[in-house]
């Protein structure tokens, strides 16, 4: 028999994930934790190595965690280019996770200013434009994100519809259902303060051309492969 299928919130032990943006890495752990394994894990920050531990000093914990549970965990990925990165671009995944994403914090700017809200935005774009070319058959693209005032003028069904991606579901985002996770400000200023969830949801975006529902059952098919390219990134990485 198979491992026992485990799940969280939207998400499943079966599924290929790919978590993008990572702050301190509460959210993949709290995932890895749920699943008992990380294998079937990928999670990113746009931050190095070193440059993490000033602006996240809480991610040790979370690092350390998901290293056991075999996590592959890749420091310095681009959202507007992570398709390209070495790792990543020849690997398939049933769901993309961008929590909370932002272009960064500016002391002269303030988020409801015309020019942040543009590289929000520009980040978004090049993030569904990267991501659809990443995605296995069925996947789905999923951001969490504020949905009041300022937040709604990112505009991300229509950002994502230019990716070609469409919105498959929008659903009501509650921390509480992921136990351990903090989300963080990141961007530069203060990265590891929380910041407030008012009204906020998880956009479900898939394909234009794939219209079912759930993920087909094609997604599984490829899980080994995954775990594959995973252990080989891992044994690369011990090996240097």
């Known amino acids: 028999m198979g491992e026992k299928n485990r799940q969280i919130g939207h998400y499943s032990s079966s599924q290929k994930i790919l978590l993008v943006g990572e702050g301190d890495f509460s959210f993949s752990a709290c995932l890895a934790r749920a ?3 990380a294998a079937n894990m990928v999670a990113t920050t746009l931050e190095s190595e070193d ?12 690092l350390e965690e998901l290293e056991r549970r075999g996590c592959l965990v890749l420091y310095e990925v681009d ?3 992570m398709h390209q990165h070495p790792t990543l671009m020849r690997m398939k995944f049933d769901i993309i996770i961008f929590n909370f994403p932002h ?7 303030c ?4 020019e942040l809200i543009q590289m929000h935005r520009d980040l978004l774009k090049a993030f ?5 070319g990443m995605l296995s058959k069925g996947g789905e693209v999923h951001v969490s994100h504020r949905d009041d005032y300022p937040y709604y003028q990112w505009k991300l069904k229509e950002l994502a519809e230019k990716a070609g991606l469409v919105l498959k579901e929008k659903v009501w985002f509650e921390k509480s259902n992921y136990p351990g996770y903090h989300n963080k400000r990141g961007g530069g200023i203060q990265s590891n303060k929380k910041f407030p969830l ?3 949801y998880t956009f479900k975006f898939s394909l234009k051309h794939e219209t079912s529902h759930e993920l087909k059952p094609a997604c599984n098919q490829t899980t080994s492969t995954l775990s ?3 252990s080989d990134a891992l044994n690369s990485m011990h090996l240097k």
Do not use: P, Q
């Open 35 to 37: 699943f008992r394994s």
């Open 51 to 62: 440059t993490l531990w000033t602006e996240h000093w809480s991610s040790e914990a979370h």
């Open 79 to 81: 959202a507007y280019e």
């Open 103 to 109: 272009a960064g914090h500016y002391s002269w700017l």
């Open 111 to 114: 988020e409801r200013d015309d």
């Open 128 to 132: 569904f434009k990267s991501a659809r």
């Open 198 to 200: 008012n009204e906020c």
């Open 228 to 230: 594959d390219d995973i």
